[in-house]
Nanobody, 126 residues
Framework: QVRLVESGGGLVQAGGSLRLSCAAS????????MGWFRQAPGKERELVAA????????VYADSVQGRFTISRDNAKNTVYLQMNSLKPEDTAVYYC???????????????????WGQGTQVTVSS
């Protein structure tokens, strides 16, 4: 059974930084792409960033490009999202997700992701 557990959310002032972590278990982590999504109140869930199974490819939403960095440590079965220069509009619940298909998927497409964590709240104050 695939399990994803996010941590690292919290309250931060605009311009500050946070690092989210997502610990995965239940299968061979290194074979699967990982993604971070977010959902703000009253808005649809959106892709923030995703990383391929081997870390060789990444994709980012335009709104976070240059401020956020996704990375993974396959030895620790963990994916990270480093968030810098945070803005109030980054406030949302952030979810970690992964696919049921191993190796190559279309990273930027939400339909590729079948397993989801419970989410962690990120609040950026102005």
């Amino acid at each position: 059974q695939v399990r994803l557990v996010e941590s690292g959310g919290g309250l931060v002032q605009a311009g500050g930084s946070l690092r989210l972590s997502c610990a995965a278990s239940g299968r061979t982590f290194s074979k699967y792409a990982m993604g971070w999504f977010r959902q703000a109140p009253g808005k649809e869930r959106e892709l923030v960033a995703a990383i391929s199974w081997n870390g060789g490819s990444t994709v980012y939403a335009d709104s976070v490009q240059g401020r956020f960095t996704i990375s993974r440590d396959n030895a620790k079965n963990t994916v990270y999202l480093q968030m810098n220069s945070l803005k109030p509009e980054d406030t949302a619940v952030y979810y970690c997700a992964t696919s049921s298909r191993d190796y190559y998927i279309t990273l930027g497409r939400e339909y590729e992701y079948d397993y989801w964590g419970q989410g962690t709240q990120v609040t950026v104050s102005s």
